[in-house]
């Protein structure tokens, strides 16, 4: 089982900036996919920003040019920067980690507790 623990989230003013991490703990072999989702209230929760472990990324179309994620593998931690925030950005943003428990293995979802951001107009 993997562990995810998220720091980062608050309140900003619209074109803010907030920068969001998630850490993984545990026991596995590897992390291959590492992202961010967020859901807003009455909304189905949504791909924000993934990262693999070779470096790839994907980006909703909403985000893009603005948000920039990362990550460390020696950590086991992603990061979102988040720049220009509007007030659509307001959600609870989840960590998410697809893993595996060895070489081969399928991969496992977790999913960290969320944290919320709100952007004020």
């Known amino acids: 089982q993997v562990q995810l623990v998220e720091s980062g989230g608050g309140l900003v003013q619209a074109g803010g900036s907030l920068r969001l991490s998630c850490a993984a703990s545990?026991?596995?072999?590897?992390?291959?996919?590492m992202g961010w989702y967020r859901q807003a209230p009455g909304e189905q929760r949504e791909l924000v920003a993934a990262?693999?472990?070779?470096?790839?990324?994907n980006y909703a179309d909403s985000v893009k040019g603005r948000f920039t994620i990362s990550r460390d593998n020696a950590k086991n931690t992603v990061y979102l920067q988040m720049n220009s925030l509007k007030p659509e950005d307001t959600a609870v943003y989840y960590c998410?980690?697809?893993?595996?428990?060895?070489?081969?293995?399928?991969?496992?979802?977790?999913w960290g507790q969320g944290t919320q951001v709100t952007v004020s107009s």
């Open positions: 545990g026991s596995f072999f590897s992390v291959n996919v």
């Open positions: 998410n980690a697809k893993y595996s428990y060895f070489l081969g293995d399928r991969q496992y979802d977790s």
């Open positions: 990262i693999t472990s070779g470096g790839s990324t």
